[in-house]
């Protein structure tokens, strides 16, 4: 397993901009890494994914055209950019690592993160 810290979130106004970070403790480019967040009362549910080599990105729909991954496998540290935020962005967001190219539920990620809060107000 390796070890995943988030960092960047925060407080922001809808229709701001906030960017994630999430260092591993580990070389990441053996892994796929993918975005998790939690609403209040909610399930943990899928946000973003992308590829070992950084060429292939996958998106829920909710954030589609909204959210940016992208990963620096030198740097052992994937990003989420969140642009036009919404009030149902808020959420507490978590990193995840997983062998698996195709995954989009949490149970198929073997590492997370502690997660890191983002607030959205309106």
């Known amino acids: 397993q390796v070890r995943l810290v988030e960092s960047g979130g925060g407080l922001v106004q809808a229709g701001g901009s906030v960017r994630l970070s999430c260092a591993a403790s580990?070389?990441?480019?053996?892994?796929?890494m993918g975005w998790f967040r939690r609403a209040p009362g909610k399930e943990r549910e899928f946000v973003a994914r992308?590829?070992?080599?950084?060429?292939?990105?996958y998106y829920a729909d909710s954030v589609k055209g909204r959210f940016t991954i992208s990963r620096d496998n030198a740097r052992n540290t994937v990003y989420l950019q969140m642009m036009s935020l919404k009030p149902e962005d808020t959420a507490v967001y978590y990193c995840?690592?997983?062998?698996?190219?195709?995954?989009?539920?949490?149970?198929?990620?073997?590492?997370w993160g502690q997660g890191t809060q983002v607030t959205v107000s309106s």
């Open positions: 992308i590829s070992w080599t950084g060429g292939t990105t």
């Open positions: 995840a690592a997983t062998a698996n190219p195709m995954a989009v539920t949490p149970s198929m990620y073997h590492s």
């Open positions: 580990l070389r990441t480019f053996n892994y796929v």
